[in-house]
C-alpha cells in the first residue's frame, strides 16, 4: 500500500461516538484521550519529504499510563525517525471536553 496524504477515512459524528463508547466500554477508568497543541503537528507535517503521520501506541513506565508516540512518515510508509518525534500529550480525563458528545463520562 502507498502511503500518501490522503491515506485514512473520514467519518461522521455518529461513528466517532460509537467508537468511543466503545473504547469506554472496554476502559471505562483508562485514559479517554490525549490532546496536542497545532505546534507539534505543524512542525512534524513541515518536515522535507513528508506526507503524512503514524501514531504509535505506547506506554510511559515512569508515569504509568498509555501515550501516543506521534512520527512523521514519507511517501514510501518509512517513519522519518530522524526528524520531530513527539508525545506528552495532556490526557483525559485530566483535560476534557465534557460538553462534546465524543466525551462518555
Keep these: 500500500m502507498e502511503f500518501s496524504k490522503s491515506l485514512g477515512d473520514e467519518i ?3 461513528v466517532a461516538v460509537q467508537y468511543v463508547k466503545a473504547h469506554c466500554g ?7 484521550a490525549i490532546a496536542f497543541g ?7 507535517l513541515s518536515q522535507e519529504g513528508c506526507v503524512g503521520v503514524r501514531i504509535y501506541n505506547g506506554y510511559n513506565e515512569e508515569e504509568d499510563c498509555p501515550n501516543f508516540v506521534v512520527v ?6 518509512k ?3 530522524g526528524g520531530k518525534i513527539f508525545d506528552r500529550g ?3 480525563p485530566d483535560m476534557c471536553d465534557i460538553e462534546s458528545p465524543l466525551f462518555q463520562g
Design 12 to 14: 461522521s459524528l455518529d
Design 26 to 32: 472496554r476502559s471505562p477508568k483508562g485514559v479517554k
Design 38 to 44: 497545532a505546534t507539534h503537528f505543524q512542525d512534524v
Design 72 to 77: 512523521g512518515v514519507d511517501a514510501e510508509g
Design 79 to 81: 517513519d522519518m525517525t
Design 90 to 92: 495532556v490526557r483525559c
